[in-house]
């Protein structure tokens, strides 16, 4: 697990004037800011991303397309497309990004604590995969996956993926709904 800089947030998502580790955010349960890309092309696939299996939270499972935190003092927008950047090595300009909303997440895992505000961004991309650069340490695999089959896999297989509960299923409906 790579460790960084981060802001530190209040519940409400106000920063504060706090910056801390990544790791120690996540000891203590402090409150901070994620980007999340979900990236959908033309057929109605969603590129999804099998985790490596040294992560530290959920290792060998599929996920969204890109997440990363927020670095201490970036704005969630240069955070995402610094996170496209370093995963899968695609070169976008912030207003590629289509923003979707913010959603306030808090899980705890063994002994993370993890607060996060996920700001979720979605971005249409019809280039071909097998060209991307996988960032080794964090994604094993990309592949794109019909929805109507994530659905069913979310329903008959919900242990192959990150466990995000009905997340899976608003951003499955928010991309229905702008690819259409």
Not at 39 to 57: C, D, H, P, W
Not at 123 to 138: A, R, V
């Amino acid at each position: 697990m790579t460790d960084e800089l981060i802001d530190i947030c209040d519940e409400n998502n106000k920063i504060t004037k706090m910056q801390k580790m990544k790791s120690e955010a996540h000891k203590n349960g402090f409150w901070h800011r994620a980007a999340h890309i979900w990236i959908y092309n033309a057929k109605g696939e969603i590129l999804l991303q099998l985790r490596t299996k040294n992560k530290s939270l959920y290792p060998d499972l599929w996920d969204l397309s890109v997440a990363g935190h927020v670095g201490a003092s970036e704005k969630p927008v240069v955070s995402a497309v610094r996170e496209i950047k370093e995963e899968i090595g695609l070169t976008i300009d912030e207003e590629e990004l289509q923003f979707c909303n913010v959603k306030k997440v808090s899980i705890e895992i063994g002994e993370i604590k993890n607060n996060e505000f996920y700001y979720v961004y979605l971005f249409k991309f019809d280039g071909d995969i097998k060209k991307l650069k996988l960032q080794e340490s964090e994604v094993q695999e990309v592949r794109f996956m019909p929805i109507s089959k994530i659905l069913r896999e979310l329903q008959k297989n919900p242990k192959e993926y990150v466990p995000r509960g009905e997340y899976w299923f608003d951003i499955i409906d928010e991309i229905e709904k702008r690819s259409t």
